[in-house]
């Protein structure tokens, strides 16, 4: 295999992860409209995008292999001149997207905790936590199998 094969491999892996950085954008908006429909139909792309860039970094491990066994892309490009400088530029390239998607989760994570957080209050609103007031055991102790909760023994 040849360096040109593995940067057309960081090529497509640069595409796919600007489609998904494109499919978290999408997702910071369907999350503050709160559409549950098109979040599922969302984290379905999402997986399928996933899987594409599972698919393609184990091409690229492979090639990577084949080339120089052992050696990361840094060492890849410096053993070769003529693919050096592209090789280096889609590296930064594809950092810079990983980077801006990873951000963009961290955003997207925060908005749908906030959000569950407005749910529980609103119920807890609605539908308030009913408190035993005084009738029933003691806190901590557990009423055993055939004792009666009375005074009195109903089976004497």
Request: charged residues 25%; positive net charge.
């Amino acid at each position: 295999m040849s360096v040109e094969s593995l940067i057309s491999i960081m090529k497509k892996l640069h595409k796919v992860h600007k489609s998904f950085y494109e499919l978290t954008l999408k997702k910071t908006d369907i999350v503050k409209k709160g559409d549950t429909t098109a979040l599922d139909q969302l984290l379905k792309d999402e997986q399928a995008h996933m899987a594409a860039i599972n698919k393609l970094e184990k091409e690229r491990a492979a090639v990577s292999n084949e080339i120089l066994p052992g050696a990361s892309l840094q060492g890849i490009a410096e053993a070769n001149p003529a693919g050096k400088e592209q090789l280096l530029q889609i590296k930064e390239e594809l950092l810079n997207v990983i980077t801006e998607i990873k951000a963009r989760n961290e955003l997207n994570q925060q908005l749908i905790h906030q959000s569950l957080q407005f749910i529980n209050f609103s119920k807890s609103l609605v539908m308030p936590q009913e408190k035993e007031i005084n009738y029933g055991p003691p806190a901590g102790k557990k009423i055993k199998p055939g004792q009666s909760p009375g005074m009195f023994n109903s089976k004497a």
